[in-house]
């Protein structure tokens, strides 16, 4: 008998904006500082992921008196916590997998999350990143991105790369089989006609951006 995909959150460090859907999740995964924003919130972690270092002291005695898994990782690493969460997530095969803080602070650190979630190894995995002006998911030829809107709603499709065979529905301006190049604008501020958008891409990924009122 098949397994019920898991459903993750993932909560980075840096600021909380969002409110996590907890009653739709299976297991909870911080990185590092997220872990201050779960206590805030009265969440429960099932495991905290990174090297420890922006975690506030009482937050980190707060997760070793619960008895919360701890996996700790050097200061001098090739990935950033939130990278590392978000494997740890996949390993324990979660599917779809939603991304919350991470907003605010420095440019590097939030292209580097929008960038994450069209990272290959992360291609079927349903990454959302999830931000108090939208969210951000990534469409490729192994995750075609389906989501409810209102209609209205802004919806942009950036591509990484050079993306090709892109299709759209629910969309003011659809696209269909089209090719979008880097930096391109032709994808920014298309507009939502209908409650539900879906975007599919048989070559390379874009990041599909809708700004509104998250409703799934």
Do not use: C
Not at 128 to 139: L, N, V
């Amino acid at each position: 008998m098949p397994t019920h995909p898991k459903r993750a959150i993932v909560l980075a460090g840096g600021e909380l904006n969002t409110v996590p859907f907890a009653e739709k999740s299976d297991f909870v995964i911080a990185a590092d500082s997220g872990y201050d924003h779960a206590v805030a919130i009265d969440l429960h972690v099932d495991l905290l992921v990174g090297d420890l270092d922006s975690i506030s002291a009482a937050g980190l005695a707060h997760a070793k008196h619960a008895g919360i898994a701890i996996q700790q990782h050097p200061k001098d690493k090739d990935h950033t916590d939130l990278e590392l969460a978000l494997a740890q997530a996949l390993d324990r095969g979660a599917t779809p997998i939603d991304i919350h803080g991470a907003e605010g602070g420095r440019i590097g650190h939030l292209l580097s999350v929008a960038l994450l979630t069209a990272a290959s190894k992360f291609a079927s995995a349903g990454l959302t990143w999830h931000t108090d002006t939208g969210t951000i998911r990534a469409a490729n030829a192994e995750h075609i991105v389906e989501f409810a809107v209102s209609i209205g709603d802004t919806v942009t499709l950036l591509p990484i790369g050079d993306a090709g065979g892109i299709t759209t529905t629910g969309l003011r301006w659809p696209l269909d089989d089209a090719t979008l190049t880097t930096g391109t604008s032709m994808g920014v501020s298309n507009e939502a006609v209908s409650d539900h958008v879906a975007v599919g891409v048989r070559k390379g990924s874009i990041l599909v951006i809708h700004e509104g009122e998250v409703l799934s």
